[in-house]
């Protein structure tokens, strides 16, 4: 079984920045890719921005703004947000795509999620 923990979400004015973590762990064999979605009232959670071991995706309205990086070691993910927009406001939540302690199957996991609220 795997968890994911989150943290660093909070209320921030627009401009200002917010750095996310979320750390794995469980019966990890090794992870594919790590990456954090969001899902705002009324709407679809969507994919704000994902990492694999040789390639970095990010929505077109977080381009420029957010960066996702990871610490291998520690299987921990990271976004840091600046020029944040009233319109990031949203539960940001943290997934892994992984294979299994012995490699033979993958499976995904969802972290708690977190608020991230952007003042105007």
């Known amino acids: 079984q795997v968890q994911l923990v989150e943290s660093g979400g909070g209320v921030v004015q627009a401009g200002g920045s917010l750095r996310l973590s979320c750390a794995a762990s469980?019966?990890?064999?090794?992870?594919?890719?790590m990456g954090w979605y969001r899902q705002a009232p009324g709407n679809q959670r969507e994919l704000v921005a994902a990492?694999?071991?040789?390639?970095?995706d990010y929505a077109d309205s977080v381009k420029g703004r957010f960066t996702v990086s990871r610490d291998y070691a520690k299987n921990t993910v990271y976004l840091e947000m600046n020029s944040l927009k009233p319109e990031d406001t949203a539960v940001y939540y943290c997934n892994v795509d992984y294979w299994n302690s012995g490699g033979y199957y993958s499976e995904v996991a969802w972290g708690q999620g977190t608020q991230v609220t952007v003042s105007s």
């Open positions: 469980g019966n990890i064999f090794s992870i594919k890719a």
């Open positions: 990492i694999s071991h040789g390639s970095t």
